[in-house]
T-cell receptor, first 113, second 109 residues
Framework: DVKVTQSSRYLVKRTGEKVFLECVQD?????MFWYRQDPGLGLRLIYF???????EKGDIPEGYSVSREKKERFSLILESASTNQTSMYLC????????????FGSGTRLTVV | RKEVEQDPGPFNVPEGATVAFNCTYS??????FFWYRQDCRKEPKLLMS???SGNEDGRFTAQLNRASQYISLLIRDSKLSDSATYLC??????????FGTGTRLTIIP
């Protein structure tokens, strides 16, 4: 089975801190994605990547950046954390080439205080 | 208007009953559709893909109606373990998925 691993399950950071959320997948998937999930809003796409060193903005990229230096790793960066970035962050990967569906990591619940 | 819309529920259904959810989408160019299941405090997991011809997997049946732009999920003989949030998902192209906000289902003993 594909495994998508997110480095932290729970994280508490202070306003203004730079925050790194790490995601690693072990099945050589081309595509990787970062979502955040909030009650009543569902999952919203922040950034995605179809290849190493490639990144595309999703629907809500403001306040975030990403890095994909290796195929298996996709990092989400909060440049200066704010309280409205308190959320559940979900990383996902997919094989691409018409493959069906995503595999998600178990999520990182980030609280910014 | 959201691209994918679902009734958030909650649906409280007695064990053994049949329950159905619908989901509507606004982009007629949508290419692929899925149902995901998400348990409390867990990540979403793919339940099944949805095809125009219908797709059945045990007690679960998914259907796509392109003319009316909706997809459905039918659960027969519901079990306590079916309690979860069910997410309707559309792929509008390039493998970017758009998620509905989810329908919460609770199966009552």
């Amino acid at each position: 089975d594909v495994k998508v691993t997110q480095s932290s399950r729970y994280l508490v950071k202070r306003t203004g801190e730079k925050v790194f959320l790490e995601c690693v997948q072990d099945m050589d998937h081309e595509n990787m994605f970062w979502y955040r999930q909030d009650p009543g809003l569902g999952l919203r796409l922040i950034y995605f990547s179809y290849d190493v060193k490639m990144k595309e903005k999703g629907d809500i990229p403001e306040g975030y950046s990403v890095s994909r230096e290796k195929k298996e790793r996709f990092s989400l960066i909060l440049e200066s954390a704010s309280t409205n970035q308190t959320s559940m962050y979900l990383c996902a990967s997919s094989l691409g080439q018409g493959a069906r569906g995503y595999t998600f990591g178990s999520g990182t619940r980030l609280t910014v205080v | 208007r959201k691209e994918v819309e679902q009734d958030p529920g909650p649906f409280n259904v007695p064990e053994g009953a049949t329950v159905a959810f619908n989901c509507t989408y606004s982009n007629s160019a949508s290419q692929s559709f899925f149902w995901y299941r998400q348990d409390c405090r867990k990540e979403p997991k793919l339940l099944m893909s949805v095809y125009s011809s219908g797709n059945e997997d045990g007690r679960f049946t998914a259907q796509l109606n392109r003319a009316s732009q909706y997809i459905s999920l039918l659960i027969r003989d519901s079990k306590l373990s079916d309690s979860a949030t069910y997410l309707c998902v559309a792929d509008f192209g390039n493998e970017k998925l758009t998620f509905g906000t989810g329908t919460r289902l609770t199966i009552i003993p």
